[in-house]
């Protein structure tokens, strides 16, 4: 029966509010971001794995890029962060930071950026990107899509392609057209 009684509750936190955009299943675990400004992983039951603070929300599902050996989990947060860690531990592999990033650093103050957070929001990587082998070496690379198109390498998160529109466009809409023009 439900009766809308929370049976468990995880992931909590002293500051923000707690919304997961997009679970990801991998390998029995789970994968998410939250408005609380940081990434976990879980058990099916919820145990706590591993949980890494991030520089903002993570607005959407986590993708997983295929690596021969070692996969990889992708996510992006709202103030201009992209980052790929290692399913395993949560150690970060390659970041990304947006020109127009404006959000928290490994070694700068936490407790500071989390208050001036709540005052502000990013509107930089809200959607799950779209995946493609851009740049034939074997591993999908990463296309972001809103005012501005932007395709990150997947391999070593290396900037590698942008365009702004004119108008909001979805990343998995363009990829075609991109894929036999891009160099």
């Not at 709202?78 to 980052?83: A, P, Q």
């Not at 930071?97 to 005052?119: C, P, V, Y």
């Not at 799950?128 to 501005?148: E, R, W």
Request: glycine share 10%; aromatic share 14%; net charge negative.
């Amino acid at each position: 029966v439900f009766n809308g009684k929370v049976i468990k509750k995880f992931a909590d936190g002293d500051i923000g509010d707690l919304d997961v955009n997009g679970l990801l299943y991998h390998n029995n675990k789970l994968y998410f971001g939250n408005d609380n400004d940081e990434f976990l992983c879980t058990d099916l039951n919820g145990e706590i794995i591993w949980r890494i603070p991030v520089s903002g929300d993570v607005e959407h599902q986590p993708t997983i890029i295929k690596k021969k050996g070692n996969n990889l989990i992708v996510f992006a947060t709202e103030v201009g962060e992209i980052r790929a860690v290692n399913p395993e531990n949560g150690n970060t592999v390659w970041q990304y930071f947006d020109s127009q990033f404006n959000g928290w650093k490994s070694g700068e103050n936490r407790f500071i950026f989390k208050l001036k957070t709540h005052f502000k929001s990013g509107s930089l990587f809200f959607s799950k990107p779209g995946l493609a082998d851009f740049n034939s070496d074997g591993i999908d690379d990463l296309l972001y899509a809103g005012s501005t198109t932007l395709a990150i390498n997947g391999r070593n998160g290396k900037f590698q392609y942008t365009h702004i529109h004119d108008h909001f466009k979805d990343a998995r809409n363009i990829i075609e057209n991109l894929k036999n023009n891009f160099i």
